[in-house]
């Protein structure tokens, strides 16, 4: 995982300096006359490399390297051997706390421990605002020369400085699992209970003792000719295979919701990127925690057992749901941009074929309509940029680029004679900020309430399947979770959103880069669409689960325990002499005593 780690931030010593379209021919200098119109200054007709000052060979050596860079591949390595990091923790992990933890501690010992594995994300959501409000080239440029703020929609943060120091501590992490034996030895009243162990091989008749030697070893070939039976066993389980489509359904829509929802807080509610990452890495990822932990510590409190857990596990997402439902109304509007969402006069909203960004307001100016340089003017209005605003002059207070005598701010409006406007986008409306607030308390609740029914699932799922198979199970499980709904989730949740994309960015070869504004709207009824259809596909399946509990297992105990019942009525000599004849021959690991449902 630390290898892994410091790969992935690899690329940022090998590409070259981050390049933005700089503001600075706005502003005065040692060279350049203090008022410049930003109207003549733009040109959609100039070639890059006359705008950039680059030479036309220089200008596609570049733009070849950008096409053909290789610098996805340490990332790709990075998250491979981050994969590989992560096995002894799950599943091999959990169904070790299982096998040698009591029956009782069991959800307790998980829940602990997928409970500080939440703790990691949180300090990983506060590094990363911290990171995103520094400049990504930070100790490689004079940062005095930098003319965007975070507030800028060119700004880049310092990605990869966090992976730096994830890196390293999970190498400082690594040094204590050295220092541990190679075998630990099994808890003297686990072995009398009679709990079962976790095994090398996957498939093993109920009849022979499962226990293994010291030093036995089970040969590759062997595990290798008992994996498609084993594979077929846990294909026959309906249990199993239920829980893993509905808890694979269930991931697609989490893993959709949690990678956008930054970008769903940017958008909706107007707020910075460092701002989203604090928010959620001090609010939302805490609920997740103490949600997880909760289900563990009712698992133990009230003992419950396989059906009461999945009755949890269903309880909790319906009603996990239904609360996600009430973000459909906290919504904001759409910001004002002149062109885009509303005209230049400001008086209505654009409809979709009606968008343009030139009028006559801006019609000498030589603009382009591919560049994204935001400017909010004093009647409360975004333009794309300070040409598209029609703005005659300029000016510059630190940071702080000023445009003035804008004829497009003139007229929207006419009769407040101040036809200025500052670098930036303007602020959402009003309301927005105490929707925001809404936003959050409802978001912690929801977190809460899906997180709660964690540690009954996966109780569920150590309790349908024969003991024996548990690290196989758990393993097709997560690898199920992770290619199933970790890889495609936010690739489709990515493009159905992108439908929502007003104005697109170019880089700088003119390819198509990322959206630079959403429709509010749209982005929200697709966002929190997508979840909730998601989520309620999972409800349903995990609605089967529990019918065929009720249906199969449960009847099948019942009659097992009234015919015993029958038996030991009539015949309870003989059932004992028999049972002391046969507990010579019982082994000490019986798988049915765990999966008892």
Same mark, same amino acid.
């Given at each position: 995982m630390g290898v892994g780690t410091l790969l992935t931030a690899l690329p940022q010593f090998f590409m070259e300096k981050y390049s933005y379209e700089k503001y600075e021919k706005y502003s005065p200098s040692a060279n350049l006359t203090p008022n410049i119109s930003p109207c003549h200054l733009e040109s959609s007709s100039l070639p890059p490399s006359l705008a950039t000052g680059k030479s036309p060979n220089k200008m596609n050596d570049e733009c070849k390297g950008d096409a053909s860079s290789s610098m996805w591949v340490y990332v790709f390595l990075g998250n491979l051997l981050r994969g590989l990091g992560e096995t002894p923790i799950q599943p091999l992990g959990i169904a070790y706390l299982d096998d040698f933890a009591s029956e009782d501690n069991a959800a307790f010992y998980i829940g602990c421990v997928q409970t500080v594995a939440i703790i990691g994300p949180i300090f990983g959501f506060l590094l990363g605002s911290l990171c995103a409000k520094l400049y990504v080239d930070i100790g490689f440029v004079n940062l005095d020369h930098i003319t965007i703020t975070p507030k800028d929609p060119q700004w880049v943060g310092a990605w990869w400085l966090g992976y730096l120091i994830a890196g390293l501590l999970s190498l400082l992490a690594a040094v204590p699992f050295w220092c541990l034996p190679k075998t630990l030895p099994r808890s003297q009243s686990i072995e009398d209970s009679g709990s079962s162990s976790e095994k090398s091989k996957f498939i093993i008749d109920d009849s022979i003792n499962y226990q293994m030697a010291p030093g036995e070893e089970t040969k590759i070939m062997e595990m290798a000719r008992n994996f498609l039976p084993s594979l077929k066993t846990l294909i026959r389980n309906p249990v199993y295979i239920l829980y893993l489509c509905a808890s694979t359904v269930q991931f697609n829509s989490l893993f959709g919701m949690v990678t956008y929802k930054p970008k769903y807080i940017e958008q909706q509610y107007g707020q910075s990127s460092s701002k989203t990452n604090f928010v959620i890495g001090l609010i939302n990822i805490p609920a997740v925690a103490l949600g997880i932990f909760s289900g563990g510590i009712v698992m133990k409190k009230f003992r419950l057992g396989v059906l009461e857990a999945t009755k949890l596990y269903l309880g909790s997402s319906v009603f996990g749901y239904l609360l996600f439902l009430s973000l459909f109304a906290l919504g904001c509007e759409n910001p004002g941009v002149a062109g885009l969402t509303v005209t230049y006069q400001g008086t209505k909203p654009v409809s979709y074929h009606e968008r343009a960004l030139f009028s006559?307001?801006?019609?000498?100016?030589?603009?382009?309509?591919?560049?994204?340089?935001?400017?909010?003017?004093?009647?409360?209005? %975004?333009?794309?940029?300070?040409? &598209? @605003? /029609?703005?005659?002059?300029?000016?510059?207070? #630190?940071?702080? $680029?000023?445009? !003035?005598?804008?004829?497009?701010?003139?007229?929207?409006?006419?009769?407040?004679?101040?036809?200025?406007?500052?670098?930036?986008?303007?602020?959402?409306?009003?309301?927005?900020?105490?929707?925001?607030?809404?936003?959050?308390?409802?978001?912690?609740?929801?977190?809460?309430?899906?997180?709660?029914?964690?540690?009954?699932?996966?109780?569920?799922?150590?309790?349908?399947?024969?003991?024996?198979?548990?690290?196989?199970?758990?393993?097709?499980? %997560?690898?199920?979770?992770?290619? &199933? @709904? /970790?890889?495609?989730?936010?690739?489709?949740? #990515?493009?159905? $959103?992108?439908? !929502?994309?007003?104005?697109?960015?170019?880089?700088?070869?003119?390819?198509?880069?990322?959206?630079?504004?959403?429709?509010?709207?749209?982005?929200?009824?697709?966002?929190?669409?997508?979840?909730?259809?998601?989520?309620?596909?999972?409800?349903?399946?995990?609605?089967?689960?529990?019918?065929?509990?009720?249906?199969?297992?449960?009847?099948?105990?019942?009659?097992?325990?009234?015919?015993?019942?029958?038996?030991?009525?009539?015949?309870?000599?003989?059932?004992?002499?028999?049972?002391?004849?046969?507990?010579?021959?019982?082994?000490?690991?019986?798988?049915?005593?765990?999966?008892?449902?």
């Open positions: 006559d307001c801006n019609s000498r100016c030589k603009c382009s309509e591919s560049k994204w340089e935001p400017m909010c003017g004093d009647n409360g209005i %975004t333009y794309v940029s300070a040409c &598209l @605003a /029609g703005c005659q002059s300029s000016s510059q207070s #630190g940071k702080n $680029i000023m445009f !003035s005598n804008c004829t497009c701010v003139g007229l929207a409006a006419p009769k407040s004679g101040n036809w200025s406007g500052m670098m930036g986008r303007c602020q959402k409306d009003n309301e927005c900020p105490q929707m925001f607030l809404y936003f959050l308390v409802i978001s912690v609740i929801t977190s809460y309430t899906l997180s709660l029914g964690g540690i009954p699932g996966y109780i569920l799922l150590l309790r349908c399947i024969q003991p024996h198979l548990k690290s196989f199970a758990l393993g097709i499980y %997560t690898l199920a979770v992770r290619v &199933l @709904a /970790g890889i495609p989730a936010p690739v489709y949740f #990515g493009v159905l $959103i992108d439908t !929502s994309c007003l104005k697109w960015g170019f880089k700088k070869c003119g390819s198509q880069g990322s959206c630079r504004l959403y429709d509010s709207h749209a982005f929200r009824h697709i966002y929190l669409g997508l979840t909730t259809l998601l989520g309620t596909v999972s409800i349903f399946l995990s609605m089967a689960v529990l019918f065929i509990l009720k249906k199969k297992y449960v009847s099948k105990h019942s009659c097992s325990i009234a015919t015993r019942g029958k038996a030991v009525a009539s015949s309870s000599f003989r059932i004992e002499a028999r049972a002391a004849k046969d507990r010579g021959h019982q082994p000490k690991y019986w798988p049915g005593k765990e999966t008892r449902l």
